[in-house]
């Protein structure tokens, strides 16, 4: 089964960081650009970071500067860091490629409080 699991969401306060982590399964991996998306109370889900196979990052611009991902090809894996976290920055983070391969996942909450 192909599939996504992202963890490392939790509670911080205004400023503080977080590192999500996203394992994915299947072959395909390699080949797919990766990003972390994003949905807020009452928003549409949104893409905050991509990152190519070869390493290539987009990031939109509320996160600039703040949020750094990566990808480990070999163990399937893709890292969101999270820094100066902001209470905008609060909502439901999911992994999945830019082309949304995968089925999403349950996600991972990230709760940032003033």
């Known amino acids: 089964q192909v599939q996504v699991v992202e963890s490392g969401g939790g509670l911080v306060q205004a400023g503080g960081s977080l590192s999500l982590t996203c394992a994915a399964s299947g072959s395909i991996f390699r080949s797919k650009t990766m990003g972390w998306y994003r949905q807020a109370p009452g928003k549409q889900r949104e893409l905050v970071a991509s990152?190519?196979?070869?390493?290539?990052?987009t990031y939109a611009d509320s996160v600039k500067g703040r949020f750094t991902i990566s990808r480990d090809n070999g163990k399937k894996t893709v890292h969101l860091q999270m820094n100066s976290l902001k209470p905008e920055d609060t909502g439901v983070y999911y992994c999945n490629t830019d082309d949304l391969y995968y089925s999403w996942g349950q996600g991972t909450q990230v709760t940032v409080s003033s």
């Open positions: 990152i190519s196979y070869g390493g290539r990052t």
